[in-house]
């Protein structure tokens, strides 16, 4: 089995603020006290978005001390693991004079979790914001980062020293690219494709979703009756980002008027104009009127250069707007749509204020395709955005997570074979 780096986590001061009781800063005691450190959720987010293992190790003394009762830290570490995507946590509840193998700066902990979770040590990174964290990353044969805080000891040495969890992120991911590759490697923007209030909710807060987009199909498919007050529910949840509605006519007049209307629900909403009517009749002197009005505009549905050459010149004195081309449709057709959109994005480029996006993906791999070509956004679904850590893992590992998923399925379906040869 390959083995994966991982970052290990000290947790008061480098996750969660240490409390503050007559000036001397301590654990939190109850999960109220639970107060995250700034930026953390987007380092972790983009950490593990990048395929590394994100491992708590905690020396937690006031539980041998009895000052704070172990299942107190049960609750605060679930609410952790809430908040912040941790993959796991190891918990030294011992005293100094206890003489433990686990309570830094012992490498113990981490130690552990090298075998419970198959990691490479010598690839992995050791944050904390004290001596015996440097110590205990060191022991274990880690590099270390050290989180500045204006603690009255001496300040110890380490491989990095930033002034927080965030500022360490690209010296980590690059210090792990050539085991990871990393999502945050990636130009293209990836927009989130979906009406489901719940996600959207959940993605508002991911720093690697770009931007919004929806369609008729998948408001239906999400049970969504009042169009417009959905809409603007969702445009509250994602202030500053880019947002796509659109139309729902199939006359130009009125597809005019409702342009008009969502174009009024916020700063950062795009206006999804389709290519042609449903009769085949093409909207780009519609698309020409409502650019020389300063309405942001999505043409959609675009599948030929002829449709990309009309568009791009339909918008050519129109504020910022996107082309969608449905590679993925292109793609259902039995052709590669990479030449294709490789085309349309030489004719998007004579206008700088356009963007292409690569529409209506199939898999991953489109992502991967989209960025090496230098497309400026891919739309994504919240299944495929569920596979995007999938990105440069290991193909062991693949396969033999494929294996244990027959192997636990058989087990749940009862299968049996009592027959003879």
């Known amino acids: 089995m390959r083995l994966r780096p991982a970052v290990f986590l000290d947790r008061d001061g480098v996750i969660n603020e240490p409390v503050a009781v007559d000036g001397e800063p301590r654990s939190p005691a109850a999960v109220d006290e639970l107060v995250l450190a700034e930026g953390v959720v987007e380092a972790c987010q983009r950490m593990r978005s990048a395929g590394l293992l994100l491992v708590v190790v905690t020396n937690q003394p006031e539980v041998a001390r009895g000052r704070i009762r172990a299942e107190a830290v049960d609750a605060i570490h679930a609410e952790l693991c809430r908040r ?70 001496p300040r110890p040495s380490a491989d990095l020293s930033v002034a927080s969890l965030l500022d360490a992120v690209p010296w980590i991911l690059d210090r792990t690219a050539a085991a990871v590759p990393s999502l945050w490697g990636l130009k293209v923007k990836i927009f989130a494709d979906g009406a489901d209030e719940a996600a959207i909710i959940r993605l508002a807060s991911d720093p690697l979703i770009k931007g919004f987009t929806t369609n008729p199909t998948l408001i239906r498919a999400a049970g969504v009756s009042d169009y417009e007050g959905f809409a603007r529910r969702f445009v509250r949840t994602v202030p500053g980002r880019p947002v796509s509605f659109g139309v729902i006519a199939d006359e130009p007049d009125e597809m005019a008027r409702q342009a008009r209307v969502i174009a009024s629900w916020g700063d950062w909403v795009y206006v999804k104009i389709p290519v042609t009517t449903t009769r085949g009749e093409p909207c780009t002197e519609l698309v020409r009127r409502l650019g020389a009005e300063g309405i942001r505009l999505n043409v959609t549905a675009l599948l030929t250069l002829e449709q990309i050459r009309a568009a791009a010149e339909s918008l050519a004195e129109a504020s910022p707007s996107f082309i969608s081309v449905f590679a993925g449709r292109i793609a259902d057709t039995g052709r590669d749509p990479v030449p294709q959109m490789r085309r349309a994005l030489e004719i998007v480029a004579r206008s700088p204020h356009l963007q292409l996006v690569w529409a209506s993906p199939r898999e991953v791999l489109n992502v991967i395709q989209a960025d090496a070509i230098g497309c400026h956004v891919i739309t994504l679904t919240s299944e495929q955005l569920r596979k995007l850590p999938m990105i440069g893992r290991d193909l062991d590992q693949v396969s033999l997570d494929t294996v244990e998923m027959f192997h636990r399925d058989a087990q749940s379906a009862g299968l049996t074979l009592t027959g003879h040869p």
């Open 84 to 153: 912040v995507p941790i993959n796991a946590v190891f918990v030294c509840p011992h005293d100094d004079a206890d003489r433990c193998a686990c309570r830094k700066p012992s490498p113990g902990m981490l130690l552990r979790a090298a075998r419970e979770l198959d990691v490479d040590l010598d690839r992995s990174v050791m944050i904390g914001d004290r001596r015996p964290d440097m110590d205990a990353g060191r022991r274990a044969g880690c590099a270390t980062v050290l989180i500045a805080r204006d603690y009255a000891e």
